[in-house]
């Protein structure tokens, strides 16, 4: 018996995947198959090559087409078992409705799971993504703090520097103006001796 796994050349390659999955399960339920040929075109299903598949299946030796014929001496009546396939009662509706019903169903069941499986990576996807958003918000803001930090050490260091810089002119002008006024004293005294001292020389 031969079974073939017809699948077309238009099928299209999810359904060649899941063909290739249950083909061992069909072969189980078709029992008596000794041969499983895939096919896709009516060129895989040449008669010498089906030939050639179920020779070396059953093992035999031989050529369908250049064996010479052989004289087979005559022999009695043999016995045989085989009985006609009856393909009403060797295939169960039932069971194989309930067979295909279940592979439908684990299907589904596996289609559904690569969809939880799918939104669950995209879930997680999508909070790493708010995670790295929000740890890049924080680093942003620390950078911000910082620099804003330095910038105002900086401004209180040069402000220090020009409130030092204008104490230094102040006390320097300070001193400057009392030099100014003490020689101003001084030369008024001066005068002023002076003029006393010519005074009296006018009265001597």
């Not at 198959?33 to 896709?40: L, W, Y």
């Not at 194989?96 to 299907?107: L, T, V, Y």
């Amino acid at each position: 018996n031969v079974l073939v796994n017809w699948m077309g050349e238009g099928v299209p390659s999810s359904k060649k995947g899941v063909c290739a999955r249950h083909v061992n399960d069909v072969a189980r339920f078709f029992r008596g198959a000794h041969v499983t040929i895939n096919a896709r075109s009516e060129d895989d299903l040449d008669s010498d090559t089906v030939y050639d598949k179920v020779a070396k299946a059953s093992g035999a030796n031989f050529s369908f087409h250049k064996e010479k014929a052989q004289v087979i001496p005559e022999q009695g009546q043999v016995g045989s078992v085989y009985q006609r396939a009856k393909p009403q009662q060797e295939i169960n509706v039932t069971s194989r409705d309930e067979f295909w019903s279940k592979q439908e169903q684990e299907e589904e069941k596996r289609i559904a799971e690569e969809k939880r499986l799918a939104a669950q990576l995209r879930r997680q996807e999508e909070l790493d993504r708010r995670q790295r958003e929000l740890n890049e918000g924080l680093r942003r803001d620390e950078m911000a703090k910082a620099r804003a930090k330095s910038i105002d050490e900086q401004r209180k260091r040069e402000t220090d520097a020009e409130r030092e810089e204008r104490q230094q002119k102040e006390a320097l002008l300070q001193e400057e103006e009392k030099r100014i006024a003490e020689e101003k004293r001084l030369a008024a005294q001066l005068r002023r001796q002076e003029e006393l001292d010519r005074r009296q020389r006018e009265l001597n």
